[in-house]
């Protein structure tokens, strides 16, 4: 559970604050940010639909910690180690972000549902989505809370985004071995 929820928090602490920062630090207006959006979920319907190949090539436990390792990386690129914010990196993290987090969503799904027991399947998938949704509620204030106090830096936002995301994968090693049935 804390794992998917701190996915979910991860993401929409991005979801939060995209369109405020790419109006801020690049000046993109409606239409742009639409653009972008629109490139964006393409990017993770394609990766949907590449996704049995990608299990099938990789396994599943190693699948959800190559998309959790990209996830971390797409945060990298958000950060503004000297502003302003480039459009390489925004363009570059958020494509990567697009194909990453469905991945990593669906394959903690999958393998939390192999992992429970089959008694209490319907019971910890909803704690799951409630985690996740508990964490859609916290991630907007926060990230629009952390950027405005920050000076509308990103650097203090995706770098602690990224700090979460090496905790869960630090939790996903630890986990490892329990993954499996």
Not at 42 to 65: F, I, R
């Amino acid at each position: 559970l804390a794992v998917f929820g701190t996915l979910v928090l991860v993401f929409s602490i991005y979801e939060g604050v995209g369109t405020q920062i790419s109006e801020c630090a690049l000046g993109w207006e409606v239409e742009e940010n639409g653009l972008f959006l629109c490139t964006m979920g393409l990017v993770a319907v394609l990766s949907m639909l590449c996704l049995s190949q990608l299990e099938e090539a990789l396994g599943d436990k190693e699948l959800m910690v190559a998309a959790y390792c990209t996830l971390l990386l797409s945060l990298i690129c958000f950060v503004d180690f000297q502003p302003p914010l480039h459009m390489w990196q925004w363009v570059i993290g958020g494509v990567v972000l697009a194909s990453s987090f469905p991945v990593s969503q669906a394959m903690s799904y999958v393998l939390f549902a192999r992992t429970v027991p089959r008694s209490k399947q319907g019971l910890l998938m909803g704690y799951l989505t409630s985690a996740g949704s508990l964490a859609r509620m916290i991630g907007p204030p926060l990230a629009t809370t952390t950027y405005s106090a920050s000076g509308f830096r990103t650097y203090p936002l995706f770098a602690g985004a990224g700090c979460i995301m090496g905790l869960t994968l630090c939790m996903v090693w630890a986990w490892w071995g329990s993954l499996e049935r």
